[in-house]
């Protein structure tokens, strides 16, 4: 059952470089309008700093972070490894994801989605008396959950460009904990004619890609838009909200309209 209190959860550009201040600087940034944080890991296929470490920074910075770690490049030893590095580190919420193929384009296959959250909860019995100490969710193409998704802690939905695709998705679903949709900000045409490009399900609609041609703006109206409607609907708990690089203008336009 949806809350009344809607949170809009802020996806972070993750460092590709031990240099932390600009992660910290998207923070108190987006604080404005947001406290909680997702931490991306090894984006597109880039190394970057630990999503494990980043969410303990959030911490630190008195915001709620939400770890992802994916699936193609741990290894079932490496994954019991993060979760030790995490408890001791006092992160305890995770999103698990598949991964985008990476730029070598190998990929390990020891682990899968299914299998990470079925590890967490082992770990989280054993180490900490409960096997839902920790806090996980999973994703969902808009489209039918499998059951085994639905044992997760949340839902986020795979990113969408119309909210009536998102609505009718969302009457569809049958889940327990917080669902919540996906809304990225859109940069430029260029960004555009990658995304649909490199992912195909996540193509951007073509009277989007002109709107950007005219105005760089755009993907920012757009997404807040989109974020409103979403947050008008009751349907969500809330959004996972993807700025990219724009999240100054995102956060200006946010602390407006919310």
Not at 40 to 53: E, K, L
Not at 178 to 193: D, K, L, T
């Amino acid at each position: 059952m949806v809350g009344q209190r809607f949170e809009v959860i802020c996806e972070i550009e993750p460092a590709t470089d031990p240099d932390l201040r600009r992660v910290r600087h998207q923070i108190g940034v987006l604080s404005a309008v947001s406290s909680t944080f997702l931490i991306p890991d090894n984006h597109i296929g880039r190394a970057t700093v630990s999503s494990i470490a980043v969410a303990h920074e959030v911490i630190e910075m008195g915001g709620r972070a939400i770890a992802c770690l994916n699936a193609r490049d741990r290894n079932t030893l490496g994954f019991r490894r993060d979760l030790l590095t995490a408890a001791a580190y006092g992160v305890e919420e995770f999103l698990f994801v598949y991964g985008d193929r990476p730029e070598s384009g190998r990929r390990s296959d020891d682990l899968t989605v299914r299998g990470m959250l079925g590890e967490a909860r082992h770990f989280a019995q054993r180490h900490r008396g409960s096997a839902t100490a920790f806090h996980v969710g999973v994703v969902s193409a808009l489209g039918p959950v499998p059951a085994w998704k639905r044992e997760a802690d949340f839902l986020f939905a795979q990113i969408g460009f119309s909210s009536d695709q998102i609505m009718q998705w969302r009457a569809s679903v049958q889940f327990d904990g917080p669902v919540y949709a996906g809304v990225m900000v859109i940069g430029s045409a260029q960004m555009a004619a990658k995304l649909s490009s490199e992912f195909p399900q996540l193509a951007v609609p073509a009277w989007l890609t002109e709107r950007l041609e005219r105005d760089k703006q755009a993907g920012v109206d757009f997404a807040c838009e989109l974020l409103c409607q979403v947050r008008d609907s009751h349907a969500f708990d809330g959004v996972h909200l993807v700025p990219v690089r724009r999240y100054r203008e995102v956060a200006r336009r946010l602390e407006d309209l919310l």
